[in-house]
């Protein structure tokens, strides 16, 4: 039954989706493809996969019991905490512990979640902002 609802909810999603992209207005410049078409084949495949999910649904899942539902319910807070403090103490800072507290969870040791969460931010800093020129957000020490 979950899957139908969701399948539900993807095709309404997929129907909105492909008729908000027809109000996409063509800018002076257009390409063959137009600025459409992204916009088709996403809501396409969209509904495609959510019919399939309504014709064909799984057996009905295992819902996380209370302790894991909590373990979700952290792990968005953290998202929404890294989110909030990206401006205030930059891109570094605020990838270490969010990655960090993320791969604990995941079942790393402490230690290595937090190994794991540095070397993630400073490969990601350097690949993106270094090498690549993009701007990424900037914290009391200037990185």
Same mark, same amino acid.
């Given at each position: ?15 909105? &989706?492909?008729?908000? *992209? ?17 916009? &088709? ?30 373990? #979700?319910?952290?792990?968005? *807070? ?21 990655? *960090? &507290? ?16 540095? *070397? ?10 270094? #090498? ?12």
């Amino acid at each position: 039954m979950s899957d139908r609802i969701f399948g539900a909810f993807g095709l309404a999603l997929a129907i909105f &989706y492909i008729w908000a *992209a027809t109000t996409i207005k063509d800018s002076f410049m257009v390409d063959v493809v137009g600025p459409r078409a992204f916009p &088709y084949i996403v809501g396409t495949v969209l509904g495609l996969t959510s019919i399939w999910f309504m014709i064909r649904p799984d057996k009905e899942p295992q819902w996380p019991v209370l302790n894991d539902l909590a373990e #979700i319910v952290f792990a968005t *807070a953290v998202m929404l905490l890294y989110g909030w403090a990206l401006p205030e103490v930059g891109f570094v800072i605020a990838t270490v512990f969010a990655t *960090a &507290y993320l791969t604990w969870r995941l079942g790393t040791a402490p230690l290595w979640a937090l190994v794991t969460g540095l *070397a993630t931010s400073v490969g990601i800093y350097v690949t993106f902002h270094l #090498i690549l020129g993009l701007h990424l957000a900037k914290g009391p020490l200037g990185f």
